[in-house]
């Protein structure tokens, strides 16, 4: 009698530890665990940790609630100006309702992701090419509130979509690398135009405060002397100031037209094997006479003869 009320506590027992272990579950921080009994929804949404539910009759599904990163494939289409362009995206988005993900829709991910793609080709048609390269963040608003519409009666919420890359044709960029030149050296252009015309009113204001010193004028003609000397070039670039030469012509009297230019008389050169002779005695010799003719082209007097004192 004892032996067959022993073995009905250890075969309870062993029912019991099978039971538990049929119905015991663990859910994850992360997770929330929904139950359907016989098919249908039981009203509370189980919280992480240790739970239990009824074997056979119960089923639970665990819905993770963390944020999925879902990149949105490339996308083709044409824009407002008639660009063809291929934008990809990437979209942020968590379960907030677990009951409405499981029950709503048939799958969330593979639903999210079809309404990702339709909201940026309609966004692509709906935009300029300028929109899509430099105001991306209005878009992104736009892409966000597209989505978050139906996303919210399927238990989910779109927390951010990012456009990533806009590829455009290579006809399309060399137009725009072209253009952007273009711009560039039109800026430059302006630039210069208004250097040179601060320079212009600078110089000017020089010009006045010279004009005043004239000291000032041959300070600067110094300072360019030594500023061109500093490079050591052989060659030495000096301004000659148009305002002396003007000086002089006021200050030169007018020749008269039927007068004749005066000429100073030509000093008269002695020979120079005379010069030579009287420097260095006895250098006038035969040799040097013909070397002298040589040299001259013109025939020398011979040297007259010593005198006998």
Known sequence: MIEELLMAVAGAGAAA???AGAAARVVKQYERGVVFRFGRLRGRVRSPGFTMIVPVVDRMHKVNMQIVTMPVPAQEGITRDNVT???????????????DALVRVEDYRFAVSQMAQTSLR????KSDLDDLLSNR?????GLELMLDSPATG???AIDRVEIKDVSLPETMKRSMARQAEA?????ARVINADAELQASKKLSEAAAVMSD???ALQLRLLQTVVAVAAEKNSTLVLP?????LRFLERATPDAKPDAAPHRAPEPEIPPLLDVLGDAYPGSRTAAAEDAIEDLTGTSVEPAPPPRED
């Open 154 to 156: 399927w238990g989910v």
């Open 240 to 244: 000659f100031p148009v305002e002396l």
């Open 122 to 125: 309609s966004i692509i048609g």
């Open 137 to 141: 963040e209005k878009l992104n608003q």
């Open 213 to 215: 010193q004239p000291a």
């Open 85 to 99: 362009v291929r934008v990809d995206a990437v979209v942020y988005f968590a379960v907030v309702d677990p009951a």
């Open 17 to 19: 530890a099978v039971y």
């Open 183 to 187: 711009d560039r050296e039109r800026r």
